[in-house]
């Protein structure tokens, strides 16, 4: 059963009178207890399409076509009070990159925490602490008595990163959205927030859908990934069949980038050319593309299932394989 259905979702930025394509048509689905991880180099939009599902984009922003079914309901039609009281950090939370977006400098983090659940349960001051101190402990975060009474610069990196997790779990959302909420930790602790956090959602039965440029932590923690690449799904599918058969040259690639499959000290290839060399014609990848011919330069092709959980638009392997 699908908590989330995007379909067709197109954002676009304007910024002095040109339009910057940042989602394409973009579908996507998440599923109940599912993580879907979402894959792409930094600019393939990735963020926009987790504000786009929110609507908090910035002024410059537009959602210029699609639906975003949740529960039923399409989040493009509701009311912004409605968006406000009934899914942002209730239905659904978003954990930032940067957590003092989600946090006030002046309130400890103890109050911070007791006010969301107040204001999304019938719940008591007494009982929102104990239940506020309970969740600092499954987030892993030691001593959580005295943590409560903390003023956010008074905790580190890691410890601030897990009070907003367990902020972000404190009104029981169906569905979080994570941004790139581990990138800007050291990889022991990245480790240890990524335990926590799969073993907290996998027992709350939280959907997820989280965003990163590190292929490494998507595979670690999603069952579903959509590989992105200027404003487009490039291939689809769940992790096994994805990671172990890469299709898309542009997935093959941000393979073959990633570190952690190469010997130390070895060269690790890079994808030729850059994201701001995208076209808008025919397959958005071509111009940096090893395997691309000039079909590829005019004609677009959809997404096409090539296993059981597996989709790919490659013009290449449509051609190859018919
Ligand atoms: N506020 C904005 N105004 C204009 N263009 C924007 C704005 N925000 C994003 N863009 C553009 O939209 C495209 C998608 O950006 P987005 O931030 O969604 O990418 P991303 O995949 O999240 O990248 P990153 O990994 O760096 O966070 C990029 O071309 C970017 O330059
Ligand atoms: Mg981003």
């Given amino acids: 059963m699908e908590i989330l259905a995007i379909k067709k979702l197109a954002t676009h930025y304007i910024v002095n009178k040109l339009i910057v394509v940042a989602v394409n048509h973009v579908d996507l689905l998440v599923k109940e207890r599912q993580i879907v991880g979402i894959v792409g180099e930094s600019g393939s939009g990735k963020s926009t399409i987790a504000n786009s599902i929110l609507r908090i984009l910035p002024e410059t922003g537009k959602l210029v076509s699609g639906s975003v079914m949740f529960k039923g309901a399409n989040l493009m039609d509701l009311k912004e009070r409605e968006m406000q009281h009934d899914i942002r950090g209730n239905e659904i939370s978003m954990i930032f990159q940067d957590p003092m977006v989600s946090l006030n400098p002046v309130f400890t983090v103890g109050t911070q925490i007791v006010d969301v659940m107040k204001l ?7 009982e929102a602490k104990a239940m506020a101190i309970a969740l600092f402990k499954k987030v892993g975060i030691s001593d959580p008595e005295s943590r409560f009474y903390n003023y956010p610069h008074e905790l580190s990196g890691g410890m601030i990163q897990r009070v907003v997790i367990a902020m972000a779990m404190s009104c029981q959302p169906s569905l979080i959205i994570a941004d790139e909420p581990t990138t800007a ?7 240890q927030i990524l335990n926590e956090f799969e073993n907290l959602v996998r027992e709350m ?3 997820v859908v989280w965003i990163s440029h590190d292929l490494g932590i998507i595979r670690r923690i999603s069952d579903y990934v959509y590989v992105m690449y200027a404003g487009r799904i490039l291939e689809e599918g769940s992790v096994e ?7 898309h040259p542009y997935t093959q690639g941000l393979l073959e980038a ?3 499959y ?3 000290k070895s060269t690790i290839p890079t994808i030729r050319g850059e994201l701001s060399e995208m076209t808008l014609e025919g397959c958005s990848f071509y111009p940096r593309c090893q395997n691309s011919n000039k079909v590829c330069s005019t004609e677009d092709i959809a997404l096409a299932k090539v296993a059981e959980d597996h989709f790919v638009r490659c013009k290449q392997l449509a051609i190859n394989s018919s």
């Fill in 205 to 207: 039965g939280v959907s």
């Fill in 120 to 126: 999304h349960q019938a719940c008591s001051t007494r």
């Fill in 258 to 260: 990633n570190p952690i």
């Fill in 241 to 247: 069949s994805v990671f172990q058969h890469p299709l």
């Fill in 262 to 264: 190469h010997e130390p």
């Fill in 185 to 191: 930790l050291d990889v022991t602790i990245q480790n």
